[in-house]
């Protein structure tokens, strides 16, 4: 009797899952299906690119596959798939968010969705009331993201998914930091997880995509729905570019959090520095929800820098190696000063009150060799001395 194959680790699922629509070339990637277009009643269903195109379909394959889910859909953005999800509430309905979401998705809920009546309440997932306000206050939806942008605090989400089932209320969480190498939230109980694939799924800063992945037929069906009748798609070549690059995410992933490790083990002993946060050190104020639910500690390191506004952008712009720049996740070192950056246009009151000082730098480490980038932020930082 022949043994069942074992299930694929990640690594082999990111390199092979992912149906070819080439059968019969003996192609090894597939080809870009670059039109807009299909002939009526051809076997595999598609029907026109806003609402599927084989290249969509081989990317939700890989992606769903390594989130260990049902079902993928992909998006033209991280914002995009944000939007999708969104498209499925209702005028009066509050989304109980976490106080420290990404500032674009803070703009969407404030700017655009309050528009049609969507109410928002911002709350703190890491304090133990956070259960309580979602049983108080019967939300539609729980917006979670963890590790948070640019602080990296880490929600509990198995505590917060189990809160949020008992009061029935369907939980997101942006999972971008992470990816599902690192967590998966569906399986901490999660009913939709998003990820913005233009950060390390594609890793090589060349494309913008999204996903939102579920094992809910019906949100599975409104995100299908949002594909197409809200325009969200991706472009065929972004999704081949996106199954290229989720191949070597693995192998990527896992030096840039061995240079993140370093760094942030190095910059805790910086004299130039205050204060170091990254998930897996003792240190972090969420250290031991992070180990349990976060399988390595990422590749994202914030830190405070005593300086003023000005010579911290100057820390920034001293470096050689890492491009000060937005954006995250890819082959190569970005370092973001958020108060000039990222929250610039946040009020200096909710920046005190979120903890965003003008000293706070965040650094998405790369793959290059860690020896080169602690050598480049020693150098950038002594001019502080
Ligand atoms: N979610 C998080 C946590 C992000 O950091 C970003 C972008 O930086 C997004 C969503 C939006 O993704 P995109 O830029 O692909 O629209």
Not at 67 to 84: K, L
Not at 150 to 178: G, W
Request: with cysteine; hydrophobic share 40%.
């Amino acid at each position: 009797m022949q043994r069942p194959a074992p299930a694929p680790a990640d690594s082999t699922r990111a390199i092979h899952h992912g149906e070819s629509f080439a059968e019969g070339t003996g192609t090894v990637m597939p080809p870009i299906y670059a039109t807009s277009t299909f002939a009526h009643g051809n076997p595999e269903g598609f029907d026109y690119t806003r609402s599927g195109n084989p290249n969509f379909r081989i990317l939700e394959g890989v992606l769903a596959s390594v989130e260990h889910c049902e079902h993928a859909t992909v998006f033209g953005s991280g914002v995009s798939a944000i939007t999708a999800i969104a498209s499925g509430l209702r005028q009066g309905d509050l989304v109980l968010c976490e106080e420290n979401l990404y500032g674009c998705t803070v703009r969407l809920f404030e700017q655009v969705f309050a528009k049609f009546g969507v109410r928002t309440q911002w709350v703190d997932f890491t304090a133990p009331s956070a259960a309580e306000t979602i049983a108080a206050s019967q939300p539609a939806m729980v917006w979670l993201e963890s590790p948070t942008n640019p602080l990296l605090k880490v929600i509990d989400l198995e505590a917060v998914c189990a809160a949020a089932k008992a009061a029935d209320v369907p939980v997101v969480v942006d999972n971008t930091f992470a990816t599902a190498l690192v967590q998966r939230p569906l399986e901490l109980g999660a009913t939709l997880s998003l990820t913005s694939t233009t950060k390390y799924i594609n890793g090589h800063s060349d494309a913008l995509g999204g996903a939102v992945c579920t094992d809910d037929p019906s949100w599975y069906q409104k995100m299908v729905f949002a594909q197409k009748a809200l325009g969200l798609q991706p472009s065929p070549f972004d999704c081949w570019l996106i199954t290229r690059g989720i191949k070597t995410l693995p192998l990527r992933l896992k030096q840039q959090m061995a240079n993140a490790a370093a760094l942030a083990d190095h910059l805790a002993n910086h004299p130039q520095v205050s204060w170091v946060r990254y998930p897996h050190r003792s240190d972090h104020p969420q250290q031991d929800v992070a180990l349990k639910q976060m399988r390595h500690g990422g590749a994202i390191v914030t830190i405070g820098i005593n300086a003023s506004r000005d010579q911290a952008y100057a820390v920034c712009k001293a470096l050689r190696w890492f491009t000060m720049a937005e954006s995250l996740g890819g082959v190569e070192s970005l370092i973001c000063h958020p108060a000039t950056m990222t929250h610039a246009a946040v009020a200096s009151e909710v920046k005190q009150k979120l903890g965003i000082s003008d000293g706070l730098i965040r650094l998405s480490v790369g793959c290059e060799d860690v020896s080169d980038l602690i050598d480049d932020l020693d150098q950038a930082l002594s001019q502080l001395q």
